[in-house]
Nanobody, 115 residues
Framework: QVQLVESGGGLVQPGGSLRLSCAAS??????MAWHRQAPGKQRELVAI???????NYVDSAKGRFTISRDGAKNMVYLQMNSLKPDDTAVYYC???????????WGQGTQVTVSS
């Protein structure tokens, strides 16, 4: 059974940094990603990393956020720097298993950027 446990959210001032972590267990994961959903908005993909280390980011996160993974520990991280109020959202860890391609979601962690 796949389980995801997220941590690292919180309240931070504009310009600050946070590091989100997601511990995944129960399978092998080809894709690990972070999504976010702000109040009144649709959930959007923030960053994605494949098993070979290839990454991609939503335009608003490029240059500020860095996604990484530890394959041995089945962990995925999102380092967020230069945070802005527009980054305020619930952030969700998302993984896709291999070889069956099933998608799983974490419970979400709140990130609030405010002075």
């Amino acid at each position: 059974q796949v389980q995801l446990v997220e941590s690292g959210g919180g309240l931070v001032q504009p310009g600050g940094s946070l590091r989100l972590s997601c511990a995944a267990s129960g399978s092998i994961f080809s894709i690990m990603a972070w999504h976010r959903q702000a109040p009144g908005k649709q959930r959007e993909l923030v960053a994605i990393i494949t098993s070979d280390g290839s990454t991609n980011y939503v335009d608003s996160a490029k240059g500020r956020f860095t996604i990484s993974r530890d394959g041995a520990k089945n962990m995925v991280y999102l380092q967020m720097n230069s945070l802005k109020p527009d980054d305020t959202a619930v952030y969700y860890c998302n993984v896709v298993t291999t070889p069956w391609g099933r998608s799983y979601w974490g419970q979400g962690t709140q990130v609030t950027v405010s002075s």
